[in-house]
C-alpha cells in the first residue's frame, strides 16, 4: 500500500526565516500530490496541489513545492514564514490507479513560527 | 459555491451509546464522499468513502459504520461507543475522479 512520510514532526522557526517541510511518497506509479494546512481552529484547507507539468507549483500564501520523481518527494517551501503561517501541515498523495483515487496522507508538521 | 457542514461540532457520550455524525455537501451534485478520523501525530486515517447513494466502503474494521441516504448526506453511526473511539471526525468531499479533496470543520468526539 503507498504511504506519505513527513519527516518533521514539529518545526519552530523565527518570522523571515526561510521555510521547507519534506514529504515522500512511496508509490512509483502516477500520483497526485497535495498539501494542505490547517490553522487553528479553522477547517483543514488545500494549500497546492501537483497533477501534472511544471514540478515546481505555487500555492497560496507564497507556498510553493517541488515534485521531484526520482526521489519521490514534494517538499514545501516558502522564502520567508510569518507569524501567521503557525499551523498544521500535511502532505497527501493520491493513487491515480486506485479504482477511486485514494488519498494518503502523511502525519503532518506542526509549524511554529516566532514573531 | 460549494460548501460542507457537519454537525454537531463537539460532542461527549457515555461508552456503550450511540452515535451519529451528520455531514452534507452544498452546491454540487454526486460527489465522492469521505469520512475520516483525525489523531494527533498521525495524520487521517480514512474510515469510510462513497461514490453514490446507498454506496459505502469501509477502509478499517471497527465500532463504527456509515450510510448515504441522500447524494449529498453522509452519516457516520455506531450503536455503542467505545472510549477508543474519541477524536475528531472529518468528512470530506471530491469530484468524482482524481482531485482534491474539501474538508469540513470536523466533529470533537469524547467518549467518556
Known amino acids: 500500500a503507498q504511504s506519505v512520510s513527513q519527516h518533521n514532526h514539529h518545526v519552530i522557526l523565527s518570522e523571515a526565516a526561510s521555510l521547507e517541510l519534506g514529504c515522500n511518497y512511496s508509490y512509483g506509479g502516477t500520483v497526485n500530490l497535495f498539501w494542505y494546512v490547517q490553522y487553528p481552529g479553522q477547517h483543514l484547507q488545500l494549500l497546492l496541489k501537483y497533477f501534472s507539468g511544471d514540478p515546481l507549483v505555487k500555492g497560496i500564501k507564497g507556498f510553493e513545492a517541488e515534485f521531484i520523481k526520482s526521489k519521490f518527494s514534494f517538499n514545501l517551501r516558502k522564502p520567508s514564514v510569518q507569524w501567521s503561517d503557525t499551523a498544521e501541515y500535511f502532505c497527501a498523495a493520491l493513487d491515480r490507479g486506485s479504482t477511486l483515487g485514494r488519498l494518503y496522507f502523511g502525519r503532518g508538521t506542526q509549524l511554529t513560527v516566532w514573531p | 459555491s460549494q460548501t460542507i457542514h457537519q454537525w454537531p461540532a463537539t460532542l461527549v457520550q457515555p461508552v456503550g451509546s450511540p452515535l451519529s455524525l451528520e455531514c452534507t455537501v452544498e452546491g454540487t451534485s454526486n460527489p465522492n464522499l469521505y469520512w475520516y478520523r483525525q489523531a494527533a501525530g498521525r495524520g487521517l486515517q480514512l474510515l469510510f468513502y462513497?461514490?453514490?447513494?446507498?454506496?459505502i466502503s469501509s477502509e478499517v474494521p471497527q465500532n463504527l459504520s456509515a450510510s448515504r441516504p441522500q447524494d449529498r448526506q453522509f452519516i457516520l453511526s455506531s450503536k455503542k461507543l467505545l472510549l477508543s473511539d474519541s477524536g475528531f471526525y472529518l468528512c470530506?468531499?471530491?469530484?468524482?475522479?482524481?482531485?482534491?479533496?474539501?474538508f469540513g470543520p470536523g466533529t470533537r468526539l469524547t467518549v467518556t
Open positions: 470530506a468531499w471530491s469530484v468524482a475522479g482524481y482531485y482534491e479533496q474539501y
Open positions: 462513497s461514490v453514490g447513494i446507498g454506496q
